[in-house]
């Protein structure tokens, strides 16, 4: 790794003499100057700081291991004492500094921003940089990955620490790549992208959501939107099994019957390969599992309290009214990431930040109790947190977003990026009602069944994802499928991805290894399984009625399938 450590300097005089503060001020006597030129990445260095008193730049031509040269830009965004945002840059050589084989130097006149996972950034621009492309980076303004700082000792919110995270240092990071891309190349970015999962993907939605003019293409991949909401849920099986069984049920026992719910429902959606399509269709209930009983698996059944717990970690959390706060993990899903012998980081923070106190002890609270600890957070922190905004400035300025998640993520309930992406057909659909047709001119959300939290697990794995967007933005190539590959002992298994709510159908003959056999089609969309989605209303969680606009879906319709099927909805005044 070759790395000058250069001082800080104040990039601002330089770069405004360079002309690259000043793309959206073009006035006629700027036509007739001469288009600014590349600057050597030394130069960029004893330059500016991009006309802002709170950046510190540095930079310097670094190389590390089999990554390309590139120029590296550090900055330190910074408008308080308390705010300290790194952002990195990294800058295919230019003509100046010998690149070459792009557009300027190697550039492809791109740009990419990567995101984070968990509660941290990340600075490694290595792979952008690789393919071409500008690649940025942010540590969101702290570091490490702990966001237990977003709660003061005195209870009170760190807000610097969670805008910084949630908002703040992305935006800055996709703005700043651009006008130090700009500066050094000479010529403004053609396109922009961001490019993400969990962590990464809910800022990809941030962006499209408040930074829709600055963006071409997102690519979003299960992405932890409604944050506070999903992350409190996170603990609602540690909760469950506390309630019931006293503790952690035992890994084998929670694979075992994650095995007995796959081998139930795997076949019922046309093909035996392990995977079930689409678990919500599947209704296996983990009572099949208890000791005793003639359905019971030779090893590792379960006790009665221990298979009403699992039943309600599938079902998700529900109040007193018995209605839906929040979504469970799927049958097919890994349980363990969850509900192991120690809860999941993130989630306990998160039950910190819902109460305001770092003290907080999750263990204090039943499962009575959780409704009124997920409309704490809904009610403290998340109108900051969840990322629920709608893509109108994206949609109309021609961005495009694309989403893969996982059928089988085992922390991010699959289901709360469905909820979106309903809610968004409706909003852009004719009289509200949701649709989906008109939604794919711009977002598309590819489900794949078996995948795990951005990648892994039994089913095939998306390929080729971030491509396919560039081909939808520059090309108006808009995939009608995306194509999933896994290889298994030796046998190779392909297979479509459909933009929900389609599916992969088999065509009826040939080998259901081969996705030539398949095709997209049919509608995941059923009345009965939308309606068994719709959640308590956002902030009444503790009481709530059903909010079926906040679903995406018309009540009357889940009334009639209500009725149908004998169930009722409770029409109690909110609290
Ligand atoms: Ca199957």
Known sequence: MVHRSLPFVSLTAALVGLGALAPAMSTERDRHKPPPAPVSCAELASAPTLGNPSLRVSANVALSGSNVAYCQVNLLYSTSPEQNINIRVGLPLNSVDGGTGGVEGAWNGRTQGIGGGGCAGSLNVDAPVNAGYVGSGTDTGHTGGSCEPGVNPDGTYNLQFIQDFIRNAIKQQVILSKLVARA????????????????GGRQGYLLAQELGKELDGVLANAPAIYWTRFQTAQMWGQIVMKDLVGGPIAAAKLSQTTASAVAACDAADGVADGVIDDPR???????????????????????????????????????????????????????????????????????????????????????????????????????VTDTFGDLDTFRHQGGKLLTFVGGNDQLIMPRGVINYYRQMASRYGKHGEPDFERLQRFYRLFRAPGVAHCGGGAGPQPQNLFNTLVNWVENDVAPDQILSQITTNGVTRTRPLCPYPQTAIYNGGGSTNDAANFHCGGNLEERRLVCADVLAKYKHEAKGNLDFKGTGVDRQECRRESHAYGRHDHHDHDD
């Open 184 to 199: 050094y190349y000479g010529v403004k970015p053609a396109y922009n992208y961001w490019n993400g999962c969990s962590t």
């Open 281 to 383: 269709t599947c209704k296996f209930s983990a009572t099949a599992n208890i000791c005793g009983t003639p359905t019971a698996p030779a090893a590792n059944c379960l006790t009665p309290q221990e298979a009403e717990a699992i039943d309600k970690i599938w079902d998700g959390p529900r109040n007193a009214k018995e209605n839906k706060i929040w979504f469970g993990l799927e049958r097919g899903t890994n349980l363990s990431g969850l509900n192991g012998t120690n809860p999941f980081a993130l989630g306990v923070t998160q039950f910190h930040w819902n109460e305001q106190d770092r003290n907080f002890d999750w263990k204090t609270v039943t499962e009575d109790g959780y409704p009124q600890v997920a409309q704490d957070g809904s009610r403290n922190i998340a109108d």
